[in-house]
């Protein structure tokens, strides 16, 4: 079982940057494929960004050359690095992991097994 701590949300004013963090804890072998999920009350989560086993990584349309998503792997944590936010950005950001297919070089775009608890990020106009 995988565990998923998110750190780094907060507040801050449209063009501003913010950096999430994800530690992740227990079985690594179901985090080999990683991503960025984010939700807005009353909307369907939306997947933003993943990560494979070699570092591959996706972005979705809207954040694509805003946000750069990274690990770190000897401190086993996850990264989102988000620059020029829009406050259509404002929403509770999760962390996630699966373990993929063939050794985690094919990673789900939706259905991801291991959630953290969501950092809650605002943009402000």
């Known amino acids: 079982q995988v565990q998923l701590m998110e750190s780094g949300g907060g507040s801050v004013q449209a063009g501003g940057s913010l950096r999430l963090s994800c530690v992740v804890s227990?079985?690594?072998?179901?985090?080999?494929?990683m991503g960025w999920f984010r939700q807005v009350p009353g909307k369907e989560r939306e997947a933003i960004a993943r990560i494979d086993r070699d570092g591959i990584d996706s972005y979705a349309d809207s954040v694509e050359g805003r946000f750069t998503i990274s690990k770190d792997n000897a401190k086993n944590t996850l990264f989102l690095q988000m620059n020029s936010l829009l406050p259509e950005d404002t929403a509770v950001y999760y962390c996630v992991a699966d373990k993929g297919l063939y050794g985690g070089t094919f990673c789900p775009e939706l259905d991801y097994e291991s959630w953290g608890q969501g950092t809650q990020v605002t943009v402000s106009s």
């Open positions: 227990g079985d690594h072998s179901g985090s080999q494929c």
